[in-house]
């Protein structure tokens, strides 16, 4: 009965053993199945390689600056010449501000009717003569006085409203085409338009 129970014991042992050398080899199989089943894991990408999106290159999207418009727009003058009273009129939004009495063209030289716009003011102007070509200066001696305001150039010939050296000669007709003013005149109808009012001569 001794060696009945001995080996019972030891076979017992032997089966155990065995069963857990089994269970061992088991587990290791499924550890090694799962680390084989399961999917890589995502490498972090370095820094060095995040894709940068450019900004657009459009034009920019900030609102336009917007200036706001005058509370009134300007009123543009209009100056008429009435050769046969000898007079210039001075106009604002069509109706009359001022009115100055002009020397005119002589025989041969009559000033040119017609609608033209002043395109040169000059202050303190320099005198060509139109037949010498003698010069001028600015200063008292100067025809054209302190003012210049052209409106029309022929070739070598100018036409224009200036001052004079010779009051007495204002409302006859003795230029060589201009319209010859007053000092304070032509001062004061000088500082009333701009280049490119426009200017009506009539007959």
Known sequence: MAVTRNNLLAHSLMWLCLG????????????????????????????????????????????????????????????????????????????????????????????????????????DPVWTHPITGVIVSPGPENPLGSRWIGFLTEGKHAIGFHGTNQDRSVGKAVSHGCLRMRNRDIMALYDRVAVGTPVTVKP
């Open 20 to 123: 857990s050398a089994a269970l061992i080899i088991l587990s290791r199989h499924s550890v090694s199945s799962l680390e084989v089943s399961q999917p890589p894991r995502a490498t972090p990408v370095s820094p060095r390689f995040h894709r940068i999106v450019p900004k657009e290159s459009g034009p920019s999207r900030e609102k336009p600056i917007v200036q706001p418009l005058p509370a009134q727009l300007p009123i543009l003058s209009h100056v008429v010449v009435d050769l046969s009273d000898r007079r210039v009129y001075l106009y604002r939004a069509e109706k009359l501000q001022s009115s100055y009495p002009v020397a005119v063209g002589q025989a041969g030289w009559e000033t040119p009717p017609g609608n033209f716009k002043i395109t040169q003011m000059k202050r």
